[in-house]
């Protein structure tokens, strides 16, 4: 079992889940983070950290977002490089995005590009 950050997540990255990880599991994206499966040790500490209730068990991954399993285990390999272990500034248009639902398409996958 891991941990998934899922669609909540999107635009918003406040970064408290980082943080607190005890093995370094979060990898950040331009406006997103996930958690690599291979590294989380299930410990549970990051999900009450997220002010978007964004973090779920891997089994208690609302149906919608269950693509969000294998996106934070796709991303976190293409991510590999951007290890974050600490909060930082949250996007700052997180007051436009907080609470929002359905942000996928608005992920950014490379770091190539900028956040919006
Ligand atoms: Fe995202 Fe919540 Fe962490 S918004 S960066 S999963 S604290």
């Known amino acids: 079992m891991a941990y998934v950050v899922t669609d909540p997540c999107i635009q918003c ?14 990898r950040e994206g331009p406006n997103f983070l996930v958690i690599d499966p ?16 964004a973090i779920y068990p891997d089994d208690e991954v ?21 290890v974050i272990n600490q909060a930082k500034e949250e996007l700052p248009n997180v007051d436009q995005w907080s609470g929002k639902e359905n942000k996928r398409e608005h992920l950014i996958e490379s770091w190539k590009e900028k956040p919006v």
Request: one cysteine or more; aromatic letters at 10%; glycine letters at 0%.
């Open 62 to 82: 609302p149906m919608e977002w269950e693509d969000y399993i294998a996106l934070n285990e796709q991303l976190s390999e293409e991510w590999a490089d951007h």
């Open 38 to 53: 291979f590294e989380c040790i299930d410990c549970d500490a990051c999900v009450a950290e997220c002010p978007e209730e």
């Open 13 to 26: 990255k406040h970064t408290n889940c980082a943080a607190v990880c005890p093995v370094d599991a979060f």
